[in-house]
């Protein structure tokens, strides 16, 4: 799709700043970050929406969020548990879909928020 924003990214015809490349998924870091750490994980191929995906992408939507605990860890938002079992850390994940979503990139992706209690002042 050659009209779309983040298939130009994956493909490197946009910069970004990308933070993890595989064969199937692209993450790099919003432009306009809602948290001090805001990630976006997107499939390399096109899916437009999550309304969009066939039964042959599920393996992808779950390395998309496979990926989350990851690069959390890698910036420092990782989920971690206190000597007394008392989580502490962590992130929000988020995948907007369609107009009523407030999805307004159509090309699949989930966002991947911390750092701060980002659901203040969070579109
Ligand atoms: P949506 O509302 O579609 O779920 O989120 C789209 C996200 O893409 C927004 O958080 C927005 O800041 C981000 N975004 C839009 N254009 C670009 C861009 O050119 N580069 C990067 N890195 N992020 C973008
Ligand atoms: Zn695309």
């Known amino acids: 799709m050659t009209d779309c924003l983040f298939c130009k990214i994956a493909a490197k015809q946009i910069p970004a700043t990308v933070v993890h490349e595989d064969d199937e998924l692209l993450a790099f870091k919003d ?3 809602a948290a001090p750490v805001h990630l976006l994980i997107i499939p390399k191929k ?3 929406t999550l309304s969009d995906v ?6 992808v939507l779950g390395r998309m969020l496979a ?3 990851k690069l959390a ?3 420092g938002i990782a989920v971690t548990y206190d000597a007394d079992g008392t989580p ?3 992130y929000k994940t988020l995948v907007n879909a369609g107009p009523d979503g407030g999805q ?3 090309h699949l992706h989930m966002h991947v928020y911390g750092g701060a209690r980002p659901w203040k002042g969070m579109h």
């Open 67 to 69: 990926l989350a605990p």
């Open 54 to 59: 066939q039964p042959e992408d599920t393996a």
């Open 104 to 106: 307004v990139v159509y």
């Open 46 to 48: 096109h899916i437009g």
């Open 73 to 75: 860890a890698e910036h």
């Open 31 to 33: 432009i306009n970050p």
């Open 88 to 90: 502490t850390g962590g």
